[in-house]
């Protein structure tokens, strides 16, 4: 019996051990590699990150993040790093500027036509 | 008829949508604008494949060149092949081969199999320099100056097309540089 329930475990531990293994010094390390590899896109499979992608160059990006984490360098430096080479598409954080306006701001637009929309609807209820 | 008018909104909205989704279909393209370009090419040092050296970037300064990625396992590496070969030939520009994580005898097989039209060839077989020069797929196409700046890139493979319209005027601008100075 206990063989089995051994089995089991072992079959359901298997998914877990897919992960890569780099030798962090420490637990923050850890955290934020795994934060940096959702926070960054894989270039090649361009609608996926880093930590889902399993292309070759997403390795390769993957194993430089670790290098930077385990050498010590913070966020702020790697995703800049990534930025430099690859450009603004590499972070799911694109920064505000003339191309991605539309993109920041359409989300208020819409809300400010509902509202509009709302307040127009409740100001005729209103007098009716 | 207001309520009708209404009514017909959602269906507009959507249909815009559509339309927006469609032209976005064909119009829509999976290349990357390089940060690069204008900088000057990332530090680097590469053994060559088959000249036994070690070249660094200050070793290509002084002319133009082409630098393209390429690796025996990029099917359309082999496609663009025929023109890396064509451009290389003409003597119009130095083309130096970026050998991208690939084994030495996978690639000394492609090259005796394709022709090996490269000036040298560098191995970046851990693909460090591909990392830093943004590269995310092969094949891709860097035109460097003679002091060492990225004039261009083009991602994916090499046409007749990019080269006589994006790539050729920029050769020749870059020669006449040359010539004026």
């Known amino acids: ?128 | 008829m207001k309520k009708a008018f209404i009514a017909l909104i959602p269906l507009t909205v959507f249909l815009i949508l559509i339309v927006l989704l469609f032209v976005n279909l064909s119009t829509h393209n999976e290349v990357l604008p390089s940060p690069l370009i204008g900088k000057k090419i990332p530090a680097f040092e590469h053994p060559t494949l088959y000249s036994n050296k070690t070249l660094n970037q200050d070793d290509f300064k002084g002319e133009p060149w082409l630098l393209n990625v390429f690796g025996s396992w990029c099917p359309s590496c082999q496609y663009e092949h025929p023109l890396v070969t064509a451009l290389a030939n003409s003597g119009r520009i130095k083309v130096i081969g970026l050998n991208w994580k690939d084994e030495a005898e996978d690639a000394d097989r492609w090259l005796k199999r394709w022709g090996d039209p490269y000036h040298e060839i560098l191995v970046d077989f851990e693909g460090d320099t591909a990392i830093n020069l943004g590269v995310y797929g092969a094949p891709e196409t860097f035109l460097i100056d003679a002091d060492g700046t990225i004039v261009y890139k083009i991602s994916g493979v090499l046409t007749q097309k990019n080269i006589q319209q994006e790539l050729l005027p920029l050769i020749d601008q870059l020669s006449d540089r040359e010539v004026s100075l």
């Open chain 1, 1 to 128: 019996m206990i063989k089995y329930i051994t089995l089991l475990f072992v079959l359901f531990s298997m998914p877990l051990m897919a992960i890569e293994v780099y030798d962090f010094e420490n637990r923050e390390q850890e955290a934020l590699y795994q934060q940096l590899a959702k926070e960054l896109r894989c270039l090649v499979c361009q609608n996926q990150n880093l930590a889902d992608s399993d292309a070759g160059l997403a390795k390769d990006l993957k194993d430089q993040v670790a290098e930077f984490v385990i050498a010590g360098q913070n966020a702020d430096t790697i995703k800049q790093y990534m930025v430099d080479r690859y450009g603004d598409f590499v972070t799911y954080d694109p920064p505000m500027n003339a191309s991605t306006v539309f993109l920041w701001f359409s989300p208020l637009v819409v809300f400010l036509i509902g509202g509009l929309i709302l307040f127009l609807n409740i100001r005729k209820k209103h007098h009716e």
